[in-house]
């Protein structure tokens, strides 16, 4: 099952990337993601572990464009 990410949840996580990669990660961008994550699972139905997991690879791992 492909799940479709908004963008602003993958900016969020991207913001949060840079901030873990920088070493200045938040408790505040932290908390904005993971309520994002939260109502973004809830409103697509799925398990906030699934949706977290799906935007993780999308940001740290993406997958090469084709073409």
């Not at 873990?20 to 109502?39: C, K």
Request: hydrophobic residues 50%.
């Amino acid at each position: 099952m492909t799940i479709d990410l908004p963008e602003n949840l993958i900016a969020l996580e991207r913001s949060a990337w840079e901030e873990i990669q920088a070493g200045t990660l938040t408790v505040d961008t932290a908390a904005a993601v993971q309520a994002a994550v939260s109502e973004y699972a809830v409103a697509a139905g799925i398990g906030r572990y699934e949706a977290e997991m799906a935007l993780k690879k999308a940001v740290r791992h993406p997958e090469p464009a084709k073409g």
